[in-house]
């Protein structure tokens, strides 16, 4: 089987489409599977709407001999690819790894809805109405659908998309060997708070900071470490300047064996987004033994058992997020008990069984 993948990332970029079409790379081949690659990074530096259609004839000129078509989302990658796939009459397949057109709303026009609240809402922005239309689309004319968490599977329906239509498949994380750091970063002491991701609204990095403002009244010592960039760093560390007045690093976007080392040396692990499809960066963490305090929000849930393997907390909760931080740095033994429970949660969540669930689902297409 030859399958064609259009993503939108590519190492080196950032980001989980370029960590998952890598895995798939690596292993999908000695299943018999062979993967050729498009890049919309090829067509990037053109103009808006051209550089889509010239995305769409370098997907039909790279998919000659294909047997199916994998698009990595539904909207840049996912419309030209959907052409494309018609024009060789190819079944075409879309991963959904969170709702696009709710995403550029919140970032570009205006949406101050959650995910949850917006699939109910008649969209207002002219762009916003054409982005849900056109991924909306995109799921409905693909021969399959597959996404990383039963959460976004529920909010797939909500497209309008029949449940039978969509897979989950949760994601996997190859870890490897990690690096130990070998200086500590910006000099930081002890306890060390860590959070990563791209440093937009929904990540809730401004009230990481709080929680260690807050924290440091019983924990003077402690300290934060922001992994990630996005159009909220400048902001964000004009408000750490005020607020942690010292002892806090922005790292900016590391590599990928940059982002576990920095996360391995943590005492703690925070991801206080308001959504989350599947978090490659909490499977990391949880992989590495890092006790992990996440919010209560998509598909967090589906990784994290509560005081279990790691803490869940409401969303936007800040006494909330203080107390469960709190409760973790200050008892070595609970952080112990989560961290040893980490490791063994994630043994479901194996490249092995990613790739497995994968090839079966795309030969039921070809």
Not at 75 to 94: D, E, H, K, Q, Y
Not at 133 to 157: D, G
Not at 321 to 327: K, P, W
């Amino acid at each position: 089987m030859r399958v064609l993948v259009a993503t939108p990332l590519y190492p080196p970029d950032h980001g989980g489409p370029a960590t998952y079409v890598r895995l798939l790379e690596q292993l999908l081949p000695p299943e018999g599977v062979e993967i050729v690659v498009s890049k919309f990074s090829d067509v990037r530096g053109l103009p808006k709407v051209l550089r889509h259609m010239a995305y769409a004839i370098h997907i039909y000129k790279a998919s000659r001999g294909a047997d199916l078509i994998l698009a990595l989302d539904p909207a840049s990658t996912g419309l030209p690819a959907l052409l494309a796939a018609r024009m060789r009459r190819l079944p075409f397949v879309v991963k959904v790894v969170g709702d696009y057109a709710w995403e550029q709303g919140r970032q570009r026009f205006g949406v101050r809805a959650t995910l949850d609240e917006f699939v109910y809402e008649r969209a207002t922005h002219p762009a916003v109405v054409v982005l849900r239309f056109i991924q909306s689309q995109v799921a409905k004319h693909a021969h399959a659908i597959i996404v990383p968490s039963a959460y976004l599977k529920k909010i797939i329906t909500k497209w309008g998309i029949p449940a039978e239509k969509i897979s989950v498949i949760y994601n996997a994380v190859a870890i490897g060997t990690v690096e130990t750091l070998e200086d500590e970063p910006g000099g930081l002491t002890r306890p060390r708070v860590v959070t990563a991701g791209r440093l937009v609204p929904w990540k809730g990095i401004g009230g990481v900071i709080d929680a260690v403002e807050q924290l440091r009244t019983t924990l003077p010592d402690t300290t934060l470490t922001v992994i990630g960039a996005g159009p909220e760093e400048e902001a964000l560390m004009r408000y750490a300047k005020v607020r942690l007045k010292g002892r806090y690093v922005f790292t900016g976007a590391l590599s990928h064996e940059d982002t576990l080392a920095v996360i391995k040396d943590a005492d703690l692990f925070v991801l206080n987004s308001t959504y989350e499809g599947l978090s490659h960066l909490l499977i990391e963490a949880l992989s590495l033994g890092v006790p992990v305090v996440a919010t209560k929000v998509g598909g967090n849930a589906e990784l994290i058992e509560d005081n279990v393997n790691g803490v869940l907390v409401p969303s936007k909760d800040l006494g909330a997020l203080v107390e469960a931080c709190s409760g973790v740095l200050a008892d070595k033994e609970y952080a112990k008990k989560l961290s040893d429970a980490a490791v063994r949660s994630m043994e479901r969540f194996t490249t092995a069984r990613m790739a497995t669930d994968t090839k079966t689902l795309l030969e039921t297409l070809v």
